[in-house]
């Protein structure tokens, strides 16, 4: 078993491109983990969390916060 932790900070390169004023977009927390069953399985199960920034605001014109999890299997030959 493994697990990680991933933190993003998602910025804008040209936020008056985009039509807003602010270049910070949003955050987002992923935690993962890995379990090697066998020598040709893997399951990983993924927990996310994503807040949206000034900018996102902006662009959107929402603030919802967003959270997902994913659950998936690897098989290799």
Do not use: C, H, Q
Not at 20 to 40: H, I, K
């Amino acid at each position: 078993m493994s697990a990680n932790l991933f933190y993003f900070k998602f910025r804008l390169d040209d936020a008056a491109a985009s039509g807003v004023a602010s270049r910070d977009f949003a955050e987002e927390w992923n935690l993962t983990l890995d379990w090697t069953a066998t020598d040709y399985l893997t399951i990983s199960a993924v927990a996310a969390y994503v807040d949206p920034d000034k900018g996102a605001r902006e662009y959107t014109g929402g603030d919802d916060s967003w959270a997902y999890g994913m659950l998936y299997a690897s098989v290799s030959f």
